[in-house]
């Protein structure tokens, strides 16, 4: 019969082993639950960039078709003033919007009656719109002569900040930096803006909502209805419609431009969407193109440089 001693003994040694194996399999938890985190990590991001790689070819073929609506010369293309289509291909969504650069304001060139008019649009009154306005056009030109609303140097050291450029804007972004400006409101006229068109005036016919409504003595029901009636017209190879009430000094001819963007809108995922906006400039139909500016509108944009013949556009 085995002594007291012995059987506490083999009691506590069965203790410790159940203790140390218990521990083991904590430790065996542990690395399984960490190889499996570790795991769904790896295929998350392979998942990511397949998609990210996805997007980026389905945005490329967005690119690829817009070029090739542009270089259209029997109407097979569509009309260049924000125009969108939408391309499905292998899962992505495209959408592509076409813009002809005439058809916006040029920040360099731009007539001073349009920048006030693009400034008031968007919720500024008159004496806002003029001062910025001002600011603007103190900004662009060599001289440090202030315009009555405008704003020279002096100004800029007052308000902290450096400025003016006193020469032309080499990017839209330096708007940002013109004494009155906001960010909020940056974003909102900068889809009516442009460093590519080199005119005073604006092509009515192919020139975006926001530009149009910055046009002194028109309103928005009228304005729909001029885009809508040239849409119209320009798919069933119609004259285009004239726009009325409008000083004329403010009007470029209805010229086929040279300078265009495409934009792209590429869904990905669950609601994401990545965006980019590619500038060229065409030589003539059917001799191909130069890229002048790519910028992104979200994560993700894709960026081309270079030249191309027609015969490199798929």
Same mark, same amino acid.
């Given at each position: 019969?085995?002594?007291?001693?012995?059987?506490? %003994?083999?009691?506590?040694?069965?203790?410790?082993?159940?203790?140390?194996?218990?521990?083991?399999?904590?430790? *065996?938890?542990?690395?399984?639950?960490?190889?499996?985190?570790?795991?769904?990590?790896?295929?998350?991001?392979?998942?990511?960039?397949?998609?990210?790689?996805?997007?980026?070819?389905?945005?490329?073929?967005?690119?690829?078709?817009?070029?090739?609506?542009?270089?259209?010369?029997?109407?097979?293309?569509?009309?260049?003033?924000?125009?969108?289509?939408?391309?499905?291909?292998?899962?992505?969504?495209?959408?592509?919007?076409?813009?002809?650069?005439?058809?916006? %304001?040029?920040?360099?060139?731009?007539?001073?009656?349009?920048?006030?008019?693009?400034?008031? +649009?968007?919720?500024?009154?008159?004496?806002?719109?003029?001062?910025?306005?001002?600011?603007?056009?103190?900004?662009?030109?060599?001289?440090?002569?202030?315009?009555?609303?405008?704003?020279?140097?002096?100004?800029?050291?007052?308000?902290?900040?450096?400025?003016?450029?006193?020469?032309? /804007?080499?990017?839209?972004?330096?708007?940002?930096?013109?004494?009155?400006?906001?960010?909020?409101?940056?974003?909102?006229?900068?889809?009516?803006?442009?460093?590519?068109?080199?005119?005073?005036?604006?092509? #009515?016919?192919?020139? #975006?909502?926001?530009?149009?409504?910055?046009?002194?003595?028109?309103? #928005?029901?009228?304005?729909?209805? /001029?885009?809508?009636?040239?849409?119209?017209? /320009?798919?069933?190879?119609?004259?285009?419609?004239?726009?009325?009430?409008?000083? +004329?000094?403010?009007?470029?001819?209805?010229?086929?431009?040279?300078?265009?963007?495409?934009?792209?809108?590429?869904?990905?995922?669950?609601?994401?969407? *990545?965006?980019?906006?590619? *500038?060229?400039?065409?030589?003539?139909?059917?001799?191909?193109?130069?890229?002048?500016?790519?910028?992104?509108?979200?994560?993700?944009? %894709?960026?081309?440089?270079?030249? /191309?013949?027609?015969?490199?556009? #798929?």
């Amino acid at each position: 019969m085995r002594s007291s001693a012995a059987v506490e %003994i083999a009691r506590r040694d069965g203790g410790v082993a159940l203790v140390s194996v218990l521990w083991l399999l904590v430790l *065996v938890s542990l690395l399984a639950l960490n190889l499996s985190v570790g795991s769904r990590t790896e295929l998350q991001l392979a998942g990511n960039l397949r998609l990210a790689a996805g997007a980026r070819l389905a945005a490329d073929a967005g690119v690829s078709w817009g070029l090739w609506s542009l270089m259209q010369a029997d109407g097979a293309g569509w009309l260049a003033d924000g125009s969108s289509r939408t391309l499905a291909l292998d899962g992505y969504s495209v959408e592509v919007a076409l813009f002809d650069e005439q058809g916006k %304001i040029d920040l360099n060139e731009g007539d001073p009656l349009l920048l006030q008019g693009l400034f008031q +649009s968007v919720g500024l009154d008159e004496k806002a719109a003029l001062a910025l306005t001002d600011a603007v056009l103190d900004w662009r030109d060599e001289d440090q002569l202030v315009r009555p609303q405008g704003a020279e140097e002096e100004a800029y050291k007052a308000a902290g900040l450096l400025g003016p450029g006193n020469g032309p /804007f080499e990017r839209l972004e330096d708007l940002r930096k013109v004494l009155g400006m906001s960010e909020a409101l940056y974003r909102q006229v900068l889809p009516a803006l442009t460093l590519y068109s080199n005119k005073a005036e604006i092509n #009515p016919l192919v020139a #975006p909502r926001e530009v149009l409504l910055a046009l002194p003595g028109v309103d #928005p029901a009228s304005v729909d209805r /001029f885009i809508e009636e040239r849409r119209r017209n /320009f798919e069933s190879g119609q004259r285009p419609p004239m726009l009325g009430g409008v000083d +004329s000094r403010l009007l470029a001819p209805n010229a086929p431009g040279v300078n265009y963007s495409i934009v792209t809108h590429t869904a990905v995922g669950a609601g994401a969407r *990545v965006g980019q906006q590619v *500038v060229v400039n065409l030589r003539g139909r059917g001799q191909g193109f130069d890229i002048l500016q790519t910028a992104p509108l979200g994560d993700g944009a %894709i960026t081309v440089e270079g030249s /191309f013949d027609k015969r490199d556009v #798929p």
